[in-house]
């Protein structure tokens, strides 16, 4: 039976290249299940369908109503990518204010395996708490993805391509 990855998406543009990385995952052999921040899923509805009827999933992007089931499988591993600085932030300090993040966060009380591979510009990652954050989250036990085997922060409007590869591979290794 295939793993079941959780590819939970934010805010920031590389999640509009999120169809081509669930293929690119369900060609590594992941039962992929997609989830999106609110303003992610806001980018992306036009996308719904087409991510449901690949996945076989409902793109999850808002807490489930008290007594409704969650039909999806329970992962194996999560990928949190792109992160935003938001998002970042939130998990370390514990704040569960969308349903993909509130997940990371039980991740890491639950010692889950999760990955994070955040996509911030250099301003953004020179803020102090960014620091501190990805400090959190790696003595927490998440595998932050940045520097040489992920993302490297980059000057504002000089984006390269978003290390995805690099994120399927640390997520095969987990
Ligand atoms: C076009 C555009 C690009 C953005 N790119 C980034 C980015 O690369 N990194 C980041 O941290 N925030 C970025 N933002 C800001 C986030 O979208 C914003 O902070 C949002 O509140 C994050 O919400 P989320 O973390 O819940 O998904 C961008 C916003 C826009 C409109």
Redo the contacts with the bound molecule.
């Keep these: 039976m295939s793993r079941v990855l959780y590819l939970l998406g934010?805010?920031?543009?590389p999640v509009l290249d999120l169809p081509a990385t669930v293929t690119s995952a369900q060609v590594r052999g992941w039962d992929v299940c997609v989830g999106l921040?609110?303003?992610?899923a806001g980018w992306l509805e036009s996308e719904f369908d087409a991510l449901t009827e690949l996945t076989a999933h409902r793109v999850k992007s808002r807490y489930r109503r008290p007594g409704e089931r969650d039909d999806r499988p329970p992962a194996d591993v999560a990928l949190l990518a792109?992160t935003?600085?938001?998002?970042v932030n939130s998990i370390a300090l514990g704040l569960t204010?969308?349903w993909p993040i509130a997940y990371a966060v039980e991740a890491l009380g639950r010692r889950a395996p999760l990955a994070v591979m955040p996509?911030?510009?250099d301003t953004?990652a020179s803020h102090p708490q960014f620091g501190r954050s990805v400090q959190t989250l790696r003595d927490a036990g998440a595998q932050v993805l940045l520097g040489p085997d992920g993302f490297t922060p980059h000057t504002s409007g000089q984006a390269g391509p978003y290390p995805w590869a690099d994120a399927l591979d640390a997520v095969s290794e987990m």
């Design positions: 934010t805010a920031a543009p921040t609110p303003t992610a792109p935003t600085l938001n998002s204010p969308s996509c911030v510009k953004l």
